[in-house]
């Protein structure tokens, strides 16, 4: 799968996500765009959209578009914290839903 990773996720995250291809927001100069700019233009490349904005499900309205959201909940955004929630993340971005958000993490 094609995952954009958030700017709120560190750099290193994306060496964890093996078997997918993992750019950054900050990779493709869209570092300035708020969420729904930012959601907008996701989807032509990408299959899934990575952050730790928790108010995003709230603040979109994800419906009909063609990108899977996947909303990760951990303790801070160091790498040893995001590292524990990425089973999770690996198993289910094969059926992560577009237009919807999934939930990782307590």
Known sequence: MRVVL?????????KLLTG??????HDRGWSNLDNGALLTACPEE???????????????NLRGRPIAVMILHARSNRLQDLSALVPAILAGLPTAPPGQVTLVGA
């Open 6 to 14: 958030d700017a709120n996720l560190p750099v290193d995250f994306r």
């Open 46 to 60: 990408y299959d899934a959209f990575l952050t730790l904005d928790q108010s995003l499900r709230y603040q979109q």
């Open 20 to 25: 997918h291809q993992v750019d950054r927001v």
